[in-house]
C-alpha cells in the first residue's frame, strides 16, 4: 500500500510557464515532506521541504504547498527552466509511529522542459 | 570531491554470485542508509542504520545484508544475487532524524 503517490509519471511544460508537481500521502501521522530532484546519472538532491505546521514554503523559483485536510502537497516551479528538467520525487516522514523518521518516497514525475 | 561516493559505479554479475556494494561518506554524518530505486517504483529502503552499533532492516531487506565498518563506511551485500535485483542502489547519509539526506551517484548493478 502505497502511503505517498505521485500519480503522474510525467510532465511536459514549455520553458517560462509553470510546472505543478503533485503529491498524496495517506498516512495522517506525516508530518515533515520534501521534494528531491535527480538527474540521469546522478543520485537525488533535495529541493524544498515543509513542515506540517505551514502551508507554503518558498526558495526562489520553489514552492511547495501543503494542504493537510486533503493530504495533498504541490511543487510549483515559476518560471520553469530547461535545466529543471529532471525526476522530481516526493517523500515524507513522521516524527512517531515507529519509522524513526525514516523518510518514505513516491515514485517520482519526470519533467520535461520545452525550450 | 564528492561528500557521499559509492563503489562501484557500474557491476554487471551472474546469478549466485555474492556482491558488495560500498558506500563512503565525508559529510561526518551517524545516520546511513541504502536504498534501491526500481523504474517506476521510487525508492525504497532496504537498511539503515543510526550508528556503527545499530543497524536496522528496511522495506526490503530480504536478500540483502549490510554491514557498518566505521561512521564513514557502509556497505551492502548480495549474498547470492538473482536478476530481479538487478537496479540502481543509492547510499544517502543525514545527520539526525528527518533531517535532509544526502544521496551518493548510485551503483548500476545488473544480475544476469
Known amino acids: 500500500d502505497q502511503q505517498v503517490k505521485q500519480n503522474s509519471p510525467s510532465l511536459s511544460v514549455q520553458e517560462g510557464r509553470i510546472s505543478i508537481l503533485n503529491c498524496d500521502y495517506t498516512?495522517?501521522?506525516?508530518?515533515?515532506f520534501l521534494w528531491y530532484k535527480k538527474y540521469p546519472a546522478e543520485g537525488p538532491t533535495f529541493l524544498i521541504s515543509?513542515?506540517?505546521?505551514?502551508d507554503k514554503n518558498e526558495d526562489g523559483r520553489f514552492t511547495v504547498f501543503l494542504n493537510k485536510s486533503a493530504k495533498h502537497l504541490s511543487l510549483h516551479i515559476v518560471p520553469s527552466q530547461p535545466g529543471d528538467s529532471a525526476v522530481y520525487f516526493c517523500?515524507?516522514?513522521?516524527?512517531?509511529?515507529?519509522?524513526?523518521?525514516?523518510?518514505?518516497f513516491g515514485k517520482g514525475t519526470k519533467l520535461s522542459v520545452k525550450p | 570531491d564528492a561528500d557521499v561516493t559509492q563503489t562501484p559505479r557500474n557491476r554487471i554479475t551472474k546469478t549466485g554470485k555474492r556482491i558488495m556494494l560500498e558506500c563512503s561518506q565525508t559529510?561526518?554524518?551517524?545516520?546511513m542508509y541504502w536504498y534501491r530505486q526500481d523504474p517506476g517504483l521510487g525508492l525504497r529502503l532496504i537498511y539503515y542504520?543510526?550508528?556503527?552499533?545499530?543497524?536496522n532492516k528496511g522495506e526490503i531487506s530480504d536478500g540483502y545484508s549490510v554491514s557498518r565498518q566505521a561512521q564513514a563506511k557502509f556497505s551492502l551485500s548480495l549474498e547470492s544475487a538473482i536478476p530481479n535485483q538487478t537496479a540502481l542502489y543509492f547510499c544517502?547519509?543525514?545527520?539526525?532524524?528527518?533531517?535532509?539526506?544526502?544521496f551518493g551517484p548510485g551503483t548500476r548493478l545488473l544480475v544476469l
Open positions: 544517502a547519509t543525514s545527520d539526525a532524524p528527518r533531517e535532509t539526506q544526502y
Open positions: 498516512n495522517s501521522m506525516f508530518d515533515y
Open positions: 515543509i513542515s506540517s505546521i505551514k
Open positions: 517523500a515524507a516522514s513522521a516524527r512517531s509511529g515507529g519509522s524513526q523518521g525514516n523518510l518514505i
Open positions: 559529510k561526518g554524518h551517524d545516520r
Open positions: 542504520s543510526f550508528d556503527v552499533k545499530d543497524i
